[in-house]
């Protein structure tokens, strides 16, 4: 597995809103990266690319200039985040980083063009995966939840139509890949992400969905091969999933993880704390409670596990915290601790470690596909507490990849 890994960055942490800012990602960010990290070779990039630029990128001209811009400064696109659809850079992202859900033709037909793109910038041979929400938030007749507090399961956040809905538009996604491999010969692999407080935001949640849902009727076989998972590291931490069992339940399920988003949560140990180190340690974990993005948290007290869709709701309801707290907000993977506050960075080793026991079981089995791309997904840099981070973004991604680089190579 060693020897094939790509290892590379996430672009969502740059805006990439129009064409001329995805190219400034690639000739200004990347291109700095790349030289930080190894001049005389390739950087992977996870492109990320708006539906503003997407509709600009059918130009033939515009994608010459994106593939001419990452020719010059040894940048491949080896994967593309398809996630976040509008300006994942808006002063309040939130819930609407969620939308459209899965359920519409808008989410389809975005994706399959995001295939289509990635086909034009790939060199011959290489395979795509592209990462994409986990169908979409919690809805409940018709609306979203507006606040949960404890983890629900798969049926009490979506309805039994709402999970067709989003199924039958995955295997129409499906056979436009399966469409697409014939025509070009690129393989691509749609990777449902789990997220905290989603629909989908456990490995029980995607195998239960995928065996009653999409695992059924004539596109099955299509599906096992063109739809899998991105195992986000952060998420699975903030839900308290084991990582050896969260990979072999994909494994055991049939389900190939196409990508592993590299990431890291926020954790605080309440419980090992007197009353002043609480007190200054809620303070602390205070700064990272910001208005952008969603900080989904968990608190697993004793046998019970608590959920907050955002950090701000979690400290107004806990003023005299207890227990484990872990929180949605991907901090630097080298730091094992900000400060006062914890991370959850062992879950990474602990990651690389089931998925080298799962290929060594599963071999080349159609039921586990050993993940090639590995992106490393920081994209809060620039609302992590100033005294976390280095005045030059790109300083930091390239010590990002150099430690993960590091632990991979030392195993």
Known sequence: MKSEMQIGYCGNVHPALTVDQVLENVERHAATVQNLCSPKETLPFGIWVSKTALDELQSVENIQRLRSAMQQHQVNAF????????????????????????????????????????????????????????????????????????????????????????????????????NLKIKTGRHCTICIEPEPGCVLDTAEDVCQFFNEYLFSGNAAETVR??????????????????????????????????????????????????????????????????????HQTSIQLGEELLFYQD?????????????????????????????????????IAECVEALETQTREQGNSHKFVSPLHFEIETYAWNVLPVAHRSPEITTDIAAEISWFNNLVQSR
């Open 79 to 178: 994967t593309i985040n398809g996630f976040p659809f509008g300006d994942f850079h808006q002063s309040v992202v939130k819930h609407s980083v969620y939308q459209p859900d899965w359920t519409t033709d808008q989410r389809l037909d975005f994706t399959v063009k995001l295939a289509e793109l990635h086909d034009s910038l790939l060199p011959s041979g290489q395979p795509s995966t592209i990462s994409t929400l986990p169908l979409g938030w919690p809805r409940k007749n018709g609306e979203d939840l507006p606040y949960l507090k404890k983890r629900l399961p798969l049926h009490q956040k979506a309805d039994d139509q709402y999970l067709t809905a989003c199924a039958d538009q995955l295997r129409s996604c499906a056979t436009a890949l399966a």
């Open 311 to 347: 950090l701000s709701e979690a400290i107004d309801a806990h003023t005299a915290p207890d227990g484990v707290w872990r929180v949605h907000f991907h901090v630097p993977i080298f730091a094992s601790s900000l400060g006062r506050i914890g991370t959850t960075q062992s879950a």
């Open 225 to 294: 091969v063109h739809v899998g998972v991105c195992h986000d590291v952060c998420h699975s931490a903030v839900m308290f999933e084991d990582q050896a069992d969260a990979i072999a339940a994909y494994a055991h399920n049939g389900i190939a993880i196409g990508k592993v988003q590299v990431s890291s949560a926020v954790e605080v140990n309440f419980q090992d704390l007197d009353d002043q180190q609480r007190r200054a340690s809620l303070q602390t974990l205070s700064e990272f409670s910001e208005p952008k993005y969603l």
